[in-house]
């Protein structure tokens, strides 16, 4: 029986979903878009058409901060599998909202508390994995992080577990956007999102403890495929939480690639306290959130697709030994800002984050990945992901000891 699915959000990355569930459709039943906001939807599934796909949409408005409503809704267009990429602050709402209806949950990123700032780890722990055994409870399949990282690049890791090393030693996560948009600054992603990443304590797994450091303080020059040599620095990111769970012996540090104007608007704005986002009040009496007010400014990151150009590559350095033996293995993707846009009308960082959701519902529609129970993606089989993600748009190369080759 062909399963109906619901996207909750409707931006940059909910317009690539939308789009690969279109190209994807015969492997469902009714597709379904919902957001706040419900003209944002509308324009998505406009932007479909004017590809030439003719399949249908419904569009539906949606407080996703209520549990209640998002369970309204899976009841009302029976649906099974719910592909959340609205604000990481919905997470547990609509998590939620699945647990109750049995629906099949999808994610791409840590639920984050509006009130807390880069909460010490493992922030799946502090949300998302007291929902376990409610998740078990009801049989409901919730796969947290699928988006690229995290999700692809813990694919990568399972894969290096799977295929190539007995036992891991470091696992680096390297994320290079070498690709330029020209605006003077601009974040590629939800402004608040992006910038609440980077003003807390980077934490990283190291020597079996968390390790704590600054942003920018720790960087390294990483010579990668396609976009050479790039200056990336030790980040705190979503994917480092779970995987130093599955993989408690090994190193697993997470590299993100800034340029330095990146980092000079991001110090100066920082040092002034516009990244906060505790509200003050204005000389007239008006209370404003500071971090709310830079990303009212800020470009809308869905403006920046049209004249985007460059690559990404974002992949996982693996280190390991096979009957005790050590070796390397780099694993990783490239991908176009250009070629995004003229598939789907969206940037290449959006392209990245949302296409692995589509291939996770894929495969939860299929049996693949359908698993009953709340996993992070590195629980799940990687080849069949990684070989669907080729499939959409996402192929997987892997540079190990016979050179460099495709998956």
């Known amino acids: 029986m062909a399963r109906n699915v619901l996207i909750i959000g409707a931006g940059g990355v909910a317009q690539v979903v939308a789009h690969k569930i279109a190209q994807n459709a015969q492997e469902f039943g009714t597709l379904h878009i919902a957001s706040r906001t419900v003209s944002k ?15 249908e949409f419904t569009t539906h408005s949606l407080d996703a901060m209520d549990s209640n ?31 109750e209806t049995g629906a099949a949950y999808i994610d791409t990123a840590i639920h984050e508390d509006p009130k807390k700032v880069c909460e010490t780890p ?29 999700g692809v690049v813990n694919a990568y890791a399972r ?22 948009h020209g605006r003077w600054f601009a974040t590629n992603f939800d402004p608040e999102i992006n910038f609440r990443e980077f003003t807390g304590t980077v934490y990283a797994w190291q020597k079996g403890e ?35 769970a599955r993989y408690k012996e090994a190193d697993v540090r997470f590299w993100m690639g800034f340029g330095a104007h990146y980092i000079n608007v991001f110090t100066v704005l920082q040092n002034l306290g516009l990244l906060s986002e ?12 500071p971090l709310k007010l830079v990303k009212a400014v800020l470009p809308d990151p869905a403006s920046l697709a049209p004249n985007y150009e460059g690559k990404t ?16 293995v780099f694993i990783y993707n490239v991908a ?25 519902a894929i495969l939860v529609a299929r049996g693949t990945w359908d698993a009953k129970k709340m996993v992070n993606v590195e629980d799940l089989p990687a080849r069949p992901f990684l070989e669907l993600l080729g499939d959409l748009g996402l192929p997987t190369r892997v540079i190990d000891a016979t050179g460099d080759h495709p998956l």
């Open 69 to 99: 409503a998002v369970a309204e809704l899976i009841r009302k267009i029976d649906a099974s599998i719910v592909i959340n990429v609205g604000s990481a602050f919905v997470n547990m709402t609509v998590l939620q909202g699945c647990i």
């Open 336 to 360: 176009d800002h250009k070629e995004a846009f003229n598939e789907v009308g969206s940037q290449g960082i959006s392209y990245t984050a949302g296409v692995p959701p589509v291939a996770a």
């Open 210 to 244: 968390w390790t704590e450091n600054k942003m920018f303080e720790v960087g390294r020059e990483w010579d990668l495929p396609v976009v050479g040599k790039q200056t990336a620095y030790l980040s705190g990111h979503d994917e480092v939480h779970s995987l130093s």
């Open 122 to 150: 493992p922030w799946y722990g502090n949300y998302e994995w007291k929902r376990r055994e409610a998740c078990e409870a009801a049989g409901v399949t919730a796969i947290l992080g699928a988006g690229f990282d995290p």
């Open 278 to 289: 505790q509200p003050v009040k204005t000389a007239e009496g008006l209370e404003v959130v």
């Open 41 to 55: 939807a509308d324009t998505i599934i406009e932007s479909i058409r004017e590809k030439g796909h003719s399949v």
């Open 313 to 328: 590559c974002i992949g996982d350095l693996v280190k390991g030994t096979q009957d005790g033996k050590p070796g390397e």
């Open 159 to 180: 894969l290096a577990e799977d295929e190539y090393f007995d036992k891991i030693e470091s696992i680096d996560i390297v994320d290079i956007n070498a690709g330029s």
